[in-house]
């Protein structure tokens, strides 16, 4: 899994977000992970999305839960919830997205944009429905290109909305 390392609380700090530790994100916001991070990189989060991502990805970062704990409660009211949120959604980027690569993977040739032609495209990218894509709004697809180019070397170019919606137009689920 990716980590991000950020000054935070005083300090640089390591947040890692594993398996496990997704696990009890979605038990602990009562969403699915896609769904956090969809809201979280649109601003149209809850602060338990915010503060569990945090918590949990100092945890998996190393952090005693007991330390993560009262980091998160001494902190996550002295900054601006949009900072932390911020934080949040650089560790669901990375989560979901990955990262940039190592100094090892510089070897590899580097490939052009992402271009998408259709749902299932997009969909493989996000890891999230048909269904979850087609209820979404325009300007929510924008914010999640946007995070995804935020942390990731590989970027997908903006999409008109016309384009978007001839993707969506394109796509007919079976009955």
């Not at 100092?58 to 980091?71: K, N, P, S, W, Y």
């Not at 959604?89 to 590899?108: K, N, Q, R, W, Y």
């Not at 996000?126 to 935020?150: C, K, Q, T």
């Amino acid at each position: 899994m990716a980590e991000v390392v950020r000054e935070w609380a005083g300090k640089p700090r390591c947040f890692r977000l594993d398996f496990g530790k997704v696990m009890d994100l979605e038990q602990a916001a009562g969403e699915g992970i896609g769904a956090i991070f969809l809201a979280v990189i649109g601003g149209q989060f809850k602060a338990a999305y915010v503060y569990h991502t945090i918590r949990l990805a100092l945890i998996g970062g190393g952090e005693r839960i007991v330390d993560a704990d009262m980091l998160i409660k001494g902190h996550f009211d002295l900054r601006p919830y949009m900072e932390n949120a911020a934080l949040a959604g650089e560790i669901l980027t990375a989560l979901m997205a990955g990262i940039e690569p190592t100094e090892s993977d510089e070897d590899t040739e580097p490939q052009g944009p992402m271009v998408f032609s259709e749902v299932s495209q997009i969909c493989q990218v996000f890891n999230m429905s048909p269904l979850d894509l087609r209820a979404m709004e325009y300007a929510d697809f924008v914010n999640m290109i946007r995070g995804f180019n935020a942390g990731s070397e590989e970027k997908i170019p903006h999409m008109s909305e016309e384009e978007f919606e001839d993707i969506l137009r394109r796509y007919e689920p079976e009955k």
